[in-house]
């Protein structure tokens, strides 16, 4: 007998919660056995996602409540990775929005929330986190039912549904006054409130590709959920790609998803979300359809790339030395494997064929691409990050933001002067009564290049800084981003004690004494506008004169720690971040690669 089935995605701002709410659901559903040792954030099993604790990948479970199947999505919050929510609302009938109890709806609310309305989806909405000091549930869902209004929801998306719980305590409740200890309330507005699927089981085969994976025994496997008929281990189905072409295949292995497992599957039918292999071919979008009559369905579309950077072979003295994959081919196969799994990123091919313009949402988008082919053994050099200029009814306009900064009272005088000079408007100023303030800000894309490293500054590290695409608007005049020079390495040798402390005074350093530099290298920040050329190699020369200072013990200031996201942040347009598997160094631009 097949279970009643529901599929819901869980969908929010990030860092409002979602996936210690989907590890609080998976913990009370019984798929654990009794002292099995669960990790906490269990649905972020990517190195990546453990170590910012962020969600980056979609991924789904299922657990069985009262005899009902219930597939559940989680996804993520950034709106960088907005390109996996757009393409995994297509295989739910139901979505779970959850708001923070204190900051209420904020840039990726708007966005995910969008989506799932355009969708036709009637969200259920969570206030998270009611057991944390200036919660305030009541106002968050009147926050909520604003935005709905703003976004245009019909009469009955606006009489939306709502719960009040604490992920990480366990428990969710109909009512704030209410007191209960468990997850059941969530697990009933589920059954409740989210419509069974309407796919027909007696109609021929469709299936949307969705998500792809990878198997050493199976090979590729696709994920998907079945929109009608029915699939059986064995038979033949079609495979309908992207030019309309017909591929015919044998589906070699069906698999389900129970708790974090997947469970081999004889057959599925219409309303089911399945793991398929045997299609090493299809890509995201695609259809899997009976071969007698193939029938596809609309490829998944997602919202266009915001922002553009140049990947390049690594050319720099130093080239070769710590990667394994540093040529042009090995660059642009993984750049072109990257497209399968990854539907908002582009990738074009440019007039040297060492060159690749690599397009995504923002720079935290395209920073995890980069971490993650460094981490790889991939050795490349990339650009300035460029915004992405559009023509919209014969005007040329960019991309713009809705940025919301949250900062101590002393922070906010700097941050609404330097967001003028980039262009920035303010929408809205709300000072919370923790010596906290709320700016809301519409600005260009290109005005937040380089800005999260200046508002860290101005906020001495306490401000915390949040945007996602807005809309296309006309060009703005041009934008101020003030930066002082930078100090060049003009020798190819190693960093002295001796040279950083003589040049201690004319700025900031990124290296250390020990440090291996070249020449053209960026070791650090002038204290004035203009590049100086530095010999941060020189020794001290050795005589049989004994000084009067000689024991004087004398120490160098800190370097400033120049990470991945820093580094994309902080180059000029006449700048490069060379990526090798073990460093992260900045360097001038070439006359040779300028050329090209």
């Known amino acids: 007998m097949t279970l009643p089935i529901r599929n819901v995605a869980i969908i929010a701002h990030v860092d409002h919660g979602k996936t210690t709410l989907v590890d609080a659901l998976l913990r009370q559903s019984g798929i654990f056995r009794e002292g099995e040792e669960v990790p906490d954030c269990v649905m972020d099993s990517n190195d990546l996602e453990r170590e910012r604790g962020i969600t980056i990948l979609a991924k789904n479970t299922a657990v069985n409540y009262k005899n009902t199947l219930i597939n559940i999505i989680d996804t993520p919050g950034h709106a960088d990775f907005g390109g996996e929510v757009e393409r995994v609302l297509g295989m739910v009938d139901g979505c779970i929005l959850i708001v923070d109890a204190n900051e209420g709806p904020m840039p990726q609310t708007r966005f995910v929330l969008k989506k799932a309305l355009e969708k036709g989806l009637r969200p259920i909405v969570v206030v998270n986190k009611i057991d944390r000091p200036q919660a305030d549930p009541y106002g968050a869902i009147d926050k909520v039912l604003d935005l709905f209004l703003e976004l245009g929801a019909d009469d009955d998306q606006c009489e939306f549904p709502y719960l009040f719980a604490s992920g990480l305590a366990g428990y969710a409740k109909n009512e704030l006054e209410v007191d209960n200890k468990d997850m059941q309330p969530m697990f009933e507005a589920i059954l409740q409130h989210v419509p069974p699927p309407v796919g027909d089981p007696e109609k021929p085969l469709q299936i949307q590709v969705t998500t792809l994976d990878y198997s050493d025994y199976l090979g590729r496997i696709v994920i998907g959920k079945i929109h009608n008929g029915r699939i059986n281990v064995g038979q033949q189905a079609a495979l309908v790609v992207e030019s309309g072409q017909i591929v015919k295949r044998k589906v070699t292995k069906l698999l389900g998803f129970e708790g974090l497992k997947r469970v081999e599957l004889e057959t599925a ?328």
Do not use: W
């Open 269 to 596: 039918s219409a309303g089911n979300i399945v793991a398929v292999a045997g299609f090493e071919n299809a890509n995201i979008g695609e259809t899997i359809t009976c071969p007698d009559e193939p029938q596809a369905l609309p490829l998944i579309k997602v919202d266009e790339p915001t922002l553009q950077m140049t990947f390049s072979v690594n050319d720099s003295p130093f080239a070769g030395q710590e990667g394994t994959y540093v040529t042009s081919r090995q660059l642009r196969d993984r750049l072109m494997k990257e497209l399968e799994t990854n539907v908002a990123l582009r990738v074009e091919e440019s007039d040297s064929p060492d060159r690749f313009l690599v397009s995504g949402r923002g720079e935290l988008h395209l920073g995890i691409l980069i971490e993650t082919m460094r981490r790889e053994g991939y050795e490349f050099q990339v650009s300035q990050p460029q915004v992405i200029y559009r023509e919209v009814n014969g005007q040329p306009c960019e991309p713009y933001e809705c940025l919301v900064l949250d900062v101590p009272e002393e922070g906010v005088g700097g941050c609404i002067e330097r967001l003028g000079q980039r262009q920035g408007e303010m929408q809205n100023m709300l000072v919370g009564g923790n010596g906290r303030t709320q700016l809301e800000f519409v600005i260009p894309a290109r005005g937040l290049i380089g800005f999260r490293g200046e508002f860290m500054r101005l906020t001495r590290g306490e401000g915390i800084m949040n945007h996602s695409f807005l809309d296309y608007r006309p060009l703005c005049s041009d934008i101020e981003t003030r930066r002082n020079g930078v100090l060049i390495s003009f020798e190819e040798g190693v960093a002295t004690f001796y040279a950083l402390k003589n040049a201690e005074d004319r700025g900031a350093f990124f290296i250390s004494p020990g440090t291996k530099v070249y020449k053209g290298m960026i070791v650090g920040e002038n204290n004035r506008p203009q590049d100086l050329d530095l010999n941060v190699c020189k020794t001290k020369q050795l005589t049989n004169f004994r000084s009067s200072n000689a024991e004087e013990i004398s120490q160098l200031q800190t370097p400033v720690d120049m990470s991945l996201e820093r580094a994309l942040e902080y180059i000029s347009a006449d700048e490069l971040v060379e990526v090798t598997p073990a460093s992260i160094r900045l360097r001038k631009l070439t006359k040779k690669l300028a050329k090209r």
